[in-house]
């Protein structure tokens, strides 16, 4: 089992995704790995530029598809802020890097499962 203490740990729920992949293999869980941070960049793009653009309903597709995403993995600091406000200053950004550390915890962790 992989270190509990790491400093990307809030990004996802180990136990939730060490379940997820720890019985597949390698190749499996590459391909797994690598839709997850493709659909996890794809759709953090897509919900800013509903936002900036004023799409509603693309707004509304995008935190849909971002919110299943994030149960999948138990990203929960990136659900918040998928549901916030983006018009408030510095929450893109914000929901951009937390984007960016739960694909990085993905990787990390996924990288120290025994194969």
Do not use: Y
């Not at 190749?27 to 004023?54: C, K, M, P, Y």
């Not at 999948?72 to 550390?101: I, K, M, T, Y």
Request: net charge negative; aromatic share 4%.
């Amino acid at each position: 089992m992989p270190d509990r203490q790491r400093p990307d740990d809030w990004a996802i729920d180990i136990e939730q995704v060490t379940a997820l992949f720890a019985d597949l293999d390698r190749d499996t869980r590459t391909l797994l790995l690598d839709a997850a941070q493709r659909d996890l960049a794809e759709w953090t793009d897509r919900l800013v530029v509903a936002w900036d653009s004023g799409d509603e309903e693309g707004q509304r597709r995008a935190r849909h598809s971002l919110k299943g995403l994030c149960g999948n993995f138990g990203a929960s600091g990136l659900l918040a802020l998928c549901e916030a406000d983006l018009s408030e200053p510095g929450v893109a950004n914000r929901l951009q890097s937390a984007r960016a550390a739960t694909a990085a915890a993905l990787a990390n962790l996924v990288a120290e499962l025994p194969q």
